[in-house]
């Protein structure tokens, strides 16, 4: 089976973000008085000390992926990977401190897909609701609406 030049890029992102990931774990013990998680709350479902940071992984995965496609596709897809900048660094910071508001959060979540948007040119326009698909024909409301449901995807 001959694996095709895509399939090898997301092979890259996807191996790289793995190592990473099981990097992180390996040195909880040096980052994780800082990285990791409380074992008490509702939505904990794992077993011990568990680094939080999991979100650099896969950006390291992602932008290192990307740089291995065809140049043209290569700068749109940083161009969309650079729009998750906002939700990457205050998720981050939300991970290190611990201190950021889910206000915060969800503020940044929804600026990552306002700039998906405008760096994509893809906004919602059907999403099978008869009466809201004519509202998401305006403009506007298709990219609020689109930037919102975005940024509410990763919150809890």
Same mark, same amino acid.
């Given at each position: 089976m001959i694996v095709s030049s895509t399939?090898?890029?997301f092979l890259i992102g996807f191996s790289l973000t793995l190592l990473v990931c099981t990097i992180l774990v390996l040195t909880k013990g040096v980052?994780?008085?800082?990285?990791?998680d409380q074992q008490s709350g509702?939505?904990?479902?794992?077993i011990?000390? *568990?680094?939080? +940071?999991?979100?650099?992984?896969?950006?390291?995965g992602f932008f290192v992926g990307a740089i291995f496609l065809p140049q043209g596709f290569s700068r749109s897809v940083i161009l969309i990977g650079l729009a998750g900048f906002p939700a990457l660094f205050v998720g981050l910071?939300?991970?290190? *401190?611990?201190? +950021?508001?889910?206000r915060v959060r969800l503020f940044a979540t929804i600026l990552s897909g306002l700039l998906f948007v405008f760096a994509s040119g893809y906004a919602l326009q059907d999403i099978g609701i008869p009466a809201l698909n004519l509202l998401l024909d305006y403009q506007v409301v298709s990219l609020l609406f689109t930037a919102f449901a975005i940024g509410g995807v990763p919150m809890p």
């Open positions: 399939s090898f890029v980052h994780g008085r800082f990285s990791n509702i939505q904990k479902f794992h011990g000390n *568990t680094p939080r +940071i999991g979100g650099v992984a896969i950006a390291i910071t939300e991970d290190l *401190t611990k201190q +950021i508001s889910v």
